[in-house]
């Protein structure tokens, strides 16, 4: 008897054991049915019982463009939008450095592109015609180089953002030894630093 009573304890147990263990289970996977956000209701597939409402933030969500972020891609597009080919070389006569009317109105286009492309930086290259000896043609191409400088600078562009260079006779423009050559190579060449 006592051994049936043993046995009897035992499935009395084993089976309170298993009921325990299937109620716990039951109560860890239930979870509380959550109230759908105002997220969750925009994702739901709308069902005959009930309207899904579109979703509309609080106005504290809503921010305005940051106006910074603007102002520092300014200067990139500035730069991306400049082309150094557009800035018009200037000519002089045989023998001059100094600026011709027609040499005033280029710099004064110059300078407008220039002031407009406030990161740029530029080389003046002065440059002569091959009549002449070496070092004589690099002192008057540094002149006319210093000539253009100094009439940008005196049109607002800031004068540390130009550079001069003379190549003389050196860096000719037009092949040929006659009057046609030698005026395209009297000039003020624009290049970037």
Not at 51 to 67: H, N
Not at 81 to 86: G, L, M, R, T
Request: with cysteine; glycine share 6%; proline share 5%.
């Amino acid at each position: 008897m006592n051994q049936r009573m043993n046995q009897r304890k035992k499935s009395i147990l084993v089976t309170l054991a298993v009921v325990l263990l299937f109620g716990f289970s039951v109560a860890g996977c239930a979870k509380k049915a959550a109230e759908p956000g105002p997220i969750d209701q925009m994702t739901q597939t709308p069902d005959t019982s009930a309207t899904v409402e579109k979703y509309t933030p609080p106005a504290e969500e809503v921010s305005p463009p940051e106006e910074p972020k603007a102002r520092v891609q300014q200067p990139a597009r500035e730069m991306a939008a400049f082309d150094v080919s557009d800035l018009l070389d200037v000519f002089f006569d045989f023998d001059r450095s100094d600026l011709t009317s027609v040499g005033r109105d280029k710099l004064a286009s110059n300078a407008r592109l220039l002031k407009a492309a406030s990161g740029v930086e530029i080389v003046i290259e002065g440059l002569c015609d091959e009549r002449g000896t070496n070092e004589y043609n690099l002192g008057l191409g540094e002149r006319r180089a210093h000539e253009v400088k100094n009439y940008l600078v005196s049109l607002g562009v800031s004068d540390s953002r130009i550079r001069t260079i003379s190549y003389g006779e050196e860096k000719q423009f037009a092949v040929g030894h006659n009057e046609t050559a030698w005026k395209q190579n009297r000039r003020a060449h624009f290049d970037l630093q």
